[in-house]
C-alpha cells in the first residue's frame, strides 16, 4: 500500500516521515541524513543519534550542504574531505549524496514492514544512487539499502551515523567485532593555527581501543567516552573480512539499553571513530560540538577523500582494500543499526551472534550478561 509522504520541517530541514511500531524516524531532502531517530523500548523513547546545534541558526543556510543538515547518519559515495580531485571528477566532501537534493520514489507499507524509497542522479561522476530506508514492526532497528548504479570506476563509501552521548565522563561504552589493523589518523586531524585541536599520536597502530598513544606519550582509552573535551580525534579500524558480519557497538548502562550497527564485513572494510569532542574553536563549531562520537562503517583510506583512497596508500599496499571497482551495477551497500534494553551488569559487548534460520540475534557482553533482540540480519545478505 502507498501512503502519502509530504515533507515536514524538522531541525530547520524539509524531511519526510518514516514510522513502524517501534521506531520513528526522519529523512532529509538535502543530502538525506537519517534523523531524528526515536526508538522505543517498553514504555521509554530513546533518540542515540546527534543533531548539529547549528541546523536552525540563521547563518546556517551559508553552510556546506551537507554542514547545515548534519545529522544522525548519510550516506558517503564517494567518502571523505574529497579535497584533491580524482582525476577529472571534483566530489563536495562526503560526495554529492550526502549534500544533493534527494527525489522521492515512494513510502510502501507492505505487511509488517514500511520502506522510504528515493533517488539521486549524480553529476561529478555520472550515475543513480537508490536509497531504501525500512522498518519492521517490533523490530527496533533501520534497515539500509544503498544501490549504485550506471558508475564505472573506484569509488570510497560509508555510512556516517554519529551518536550524541549523555553528558558524563564514560557513559557510552564502545566496542566492535575483531579488527585486522587498528591506526590513528596518519595526519593530525585538526591545527591549533587554524583554531582545532587535536590529542591522539598521528600513525600509531593499536589492536585494543583500551591503549591508544596520544602526543603526551601516555595511553588513552577509547572505549570510553565521553572523555579528553577540547580535542578531535579519529582512528580507523579494518575490520576482519572472514566474519560473516562485523558490528559495532556502544553500551549505556546508565541509560539501559545498547546501541549497535551490523554490516558485511567484505563490501563496508573499515570503521571510522570519529571522536569530536568541542575540539574546533572555528565556525560554526565553535567549541559547542561536544560529546559526540562518529561510528563510520566505510570502505575508504581514512576521511581524506576519493584521490586518496584510490592511490596506492598505507591500507591497501597491506592488503586492505580502500575502494570498490564499479562495473556500471548495480552495486549494492547494507547496514543495519539497532538499539536493545539490556540488563544490569551489562557492559561493553563482547559478541554478536546472529541465529541462522532466525530473525534474532544475541549479544553477550563481557561481563557474561545476554540480551536476545528480534533482527532480520540476512538483510545484510539479501
Request: aromatic fraction near 8%; hydrophobic fraction near 40%; include cysteine.
Amino acid at each position: 500500500m502507498k501512503l502519502e509522504s509530504p515533507l515536514q520541517t524538522i531541525h530547520g530541514q524539509p524531511s519526510w516521515r518514516l514510522a513502524g511500531s517501534s521506531v520513528e524516524t526522519f529523512v532529509t531532502e538535502q543530502g538525506g541524513h537519517l534523523g531524528p531517530t526515536t526508538f522505543r523500548l517498553g514504555d521509554r523513547n530513546v533518540r542515540p543519534y546527534a543533531v548539529a546545534p547549528w541546523t536552525e541558526e540563521p547563518a546556517a543556510v551559508h553552510l556546506l550542504p551537507m554542514l547545515r543538515v548534519l545529522r544522525g547518519d548519510f550516506f558517503c559515495l564517494p567518502f571523505g574531505g574529497n579535497a584533491a580531485p580524482f582525476e577529472d571528477e571534483e566530489h563536495p566532501p562526503h560526495g554529492e549524496s550526502a549534500n544533493d537534493a534527494w527525489t522521492l520514489d515512494e513510502l510502501r507499507r507492505e505487511g509488517d514492514t514500511v520502506s522510504l524509497r528515493l533517488h539521486l542522479d549524480t553529476t561529478a561522476r555520472k550515475g543513480r544512487v537508490r536509497k531504501e530506508i525500512t522498518l519492521i514492526d517490533e523490530h527496533t532497528a533501520v534497515y539500509q539499502r544503498h544501490s549504485v548504479t550506471g558508475m564505472t570506476g573506484p569509488m570510497s563509501f560509508g555510512h556516517h551515523a554519529m551518536l550524541k552521548f549523555p553528558d558524563a565522563e564514560g557513559s557510552g561504552l564502545i566496542a566492535t567485532s575483531p579488527f585486522v589493523l587498528g591506526q590513528t589518523s596518519p595526519v593530525p586531524v585538526e591545527n591549533p593555527e587554524h583554531g582545532g585541536y587535536s590529542l591522539l599520536e598521528p600513525g600509531a597502530a593499536f589492536d585494543d581501543l583500551g591503549a591508544i598513544p596520544t602526543v603526551m606519550g601516555d595511553l588513552t582509552d577509547l572505549s570510553r567516552y565521553p572523555a579528553r573535551r577540547g580535542y578531535e580525534d579519529l582512528v580507523l579500524l579494518a575490520s576482519d573480512p572472514t566474519l560473516p558480519l562485523a558490528w559495532t557497538a556502544v553500551t549505556f548502562p546508565d541509560e539501559g539499553y545498547v546501541w549497535f550497527t551490523l554490516k558485511d564485513p567484505t563490501v563496508l572494510r573499515q570503521t571510522i571513530l570519529w571522536i569530536s569532542n568541542g575540539g574546533r574553536h572555528y565556525a560554526p563549531w565553535n567549541s559547542r560540538h561536544v560529546n559526540v562520537l562518529g561510528l563510520e562503517e566505510v570502505t575508504s583510506y581514512f576521511h581524506f577523500g576519493l584521490a586518496e583512497s584510490a592511490a596506492p596508500n598505507a591500507l591497501s599496499e597491506q592488503g586492505i582494500p580502500t575502494t570498490v571497482s564499479l562495473a556500471g551495477g548495480p552495486f549494492h551497500i547494507a547496514c543495519i543499526s539497532a538499539v536493545a534494553r539490556v540488563p544490569a551488569m551489562f557492559d561493553h559487548v563482547a559478541e554478536i551472534h546472529a541465529h541462522e534460520g532466525e530473525d534474532s540475534v544475541t549479544l553477550t557482553s563481557r561481563s557474561g550478561a545476554l540480551v536476545r533482540v528480534p533482527l532480520r540480519h540476512r538483510f545484510l545478505a539479501s
